[in-house]
């Protein structure tokens, strides 16, 4: 009887080990679904963080060139469309002045010739530049409403066509020249 209560013993054991390997199993079966939760709650996570680093970038505007704010339209906390009009850029450098010369003027100008730009805002402090381009065509072609002589009006208008006056980088920070200042410009036709 000892022999069958041993084996009775042993059976019990195995049935035990059998339950606990069971109940083990099944432990590890909720710790692997509680791992691949955790898993896709990390991932999701780092998704949020992404997305949030995204949003943050949407929040700040640069600009690709160095200049000044001209005209700003939108404030701080405003929403905005994509391709909404914010701001106007004025460029610190590689200014320009477009001069409007009339027609008889052109005859000798070409482009690289020495110019010379006396601006109203500072007229002792004379800016070195040279001429870029002439303009295709006088301003008033491109104008709204384009001036038509009428039939039998016989009076000769003289026609101004821009040229493009570039101002050269030594004389940037002379005059703090700005957008709509009104200006005189000479051009040595002789050079170049």
């Given amino acids: 009887q000892k022999s069958g209560g041993a084996d009775g013993q042993a059976q019990a054991s195995v049935a035990a080990a059998r339950a606990a390997l069971a109940a083990s199993r099944q432990q590890l079966d909720v710790l692997n679904t509680q791992i691949s939760e955790a898993t896709a709650e990390v991932a999701a996570a780092k998704a949020d963080l992404d997305t949030a680093r995204l949003d943050l970038g949407f929040t700040e505007i640069r600009s690709p060139i160095d200049g000044i704010v001209g005209n700003r339209l939108a404030q701080v906390g405003t929403y905005v469309s994509p391709g909404s009009y914010l701001l106007t850029i004025v460029p610190a450098s590689g200014l320009w002045v477009d001069a409007n010369f009339k027609e008889d003027q052109l005859r000798a100008m070409a482009d690289g ?77 002789g050079s170049h």
């Fill in 113 to 189: 010739q020495a110019a010379t730009v006396y601006a109203d805002i500072a007229p002792d402090q004379p800016l070195k530049g040279h001429v870029t381009s002439l303009g295709p065509a006088t301003g008033a072609i491109f104008s709204v409403i384009p001036p038509q002589n009428a039939t039998g009006n016989f009076t000769k208008i003289v026609q101004r066509v821009p040229v493009r006056i570039a101002i050269d980088a030594d004389q940037a920070g002379k005059v703090a020249l700005r957008p709509g200042l009104s200006t005189v410009v000479t051009v040595d036709t």
